[in-house]
């Protein structure tokens, strides 16, 4: 991109079910974005994740899932629509992290075997995203009547989404480049200079970070509950961003 440093933008497989069509979009688009200028990719596949169902959020994270998304200066989400809805695996996949997608865009690619691409589906997962702290891109990619699109072989039948697919992986790394950099080099206000902490040194390479957002968050620890502001009813985090090597990391802001 303009800053001579590729974009991380890894391709997310958001369903487990067997005979999911879903895959050959995914690798379709993976492929895509593969071929983008300045963009480097990977297909994530859900199914692949070690998560058990047991327990939910933080509690179930893989090490290896929360590193790509901390990493990522983006996301694209490959969803089907089921019943009007997304999967519920993948927002168990996606809720195992809360702090690695703040001020990030994703983009979403919606898949169903009726006309509509799961348009449905990808309205009702609007807020979730929201709720996270990604940023939506305005336009998706709908692969309707998906049973029509691809070959035995797995292969694209219809070259015009290669070119829909093409167009929305631009609006994404546009997004992702204008946020990566205001996640580094553009801080908030909260407090006046004489009282400001001292900035976050970056534990990957000891550079001063960036504090770009705050966002609530559930107390998860006793120490966490004592700081609890009574107004909101919740805990809010900083969010801080390495202007030097793009680490991310969140801070409990300081006792008033």
Excluded at 165 to 184: C, K, P, V, Y
Aim: glycine content about 8%; hydrophobic content about 40%.
């Amino acid at each position: 991109m303009h800053d001579g440093e590729p974009l991380y933008l890894p391709v997310i497989l958001g369903t487990t079910r067997k005979g999911r069509l879903s895959a050959h979009v995914a690798r379709v688009v993976a492929d895509v974005a593969a071929k983008q200028p300045g963009v480097v990719t990977e297909l994530i596949d859900m199914a692949k994740l070690p998560l058990p169902a047991d327990d939910a959020g933080e509690a179930i994270r893989d090490a290896g899932f929360a590193a790509k998304m901390n990493r990522a200066d983006g996301l694209v989400v490959v969803t089907p629509e089921y019943n009007h809805s997304f999967p519920g695996l993948l927002k168990h996949a996606l809720d195992s992290c809360l702090e690695q997608y703040i001020h990030k865009p994703v983009g979403l690619i919606g898949v169903a075997a009726g006309p509509f691409g799961g348009a449905r589906g990808i309205q009702s997962f609007l807020p979730v995203l929201r709720e996270l702290g990604l940023v939506a891109t305005f336009s998706d990619v709908y692969f309707g009547s998906v049973h029509n699109l691809f070959d035995e072989a797995g292969r694209l039948q219809d070259e015009a989404y290669l070119r829909r697919t093409r167009d929305f992986l631009d609006e994404l790394a546009w997004m992702a480049t204008a946020l990566r950099w205001g996640r580094r080099n553009v801080g908030i206000e909260d407090a006046p200079a004489e009282q400001a902490p001292e900035p976050l040194a970056c534990p990957a390479c000891g550079a001063p970070m960036n504090h770009h957002a705050n966002k609530p968050v559930d107390p998860r620890s006793a120490d966490e509950a004592a700081r609890v502001d009574p107004a909101l009813g919740c805990l809010t985090v900083e969010a801080h961003c390495c202007p030097a090597c793009g680490h991310g990391e969140t801070r409990a802001p300081a006792a008033v």
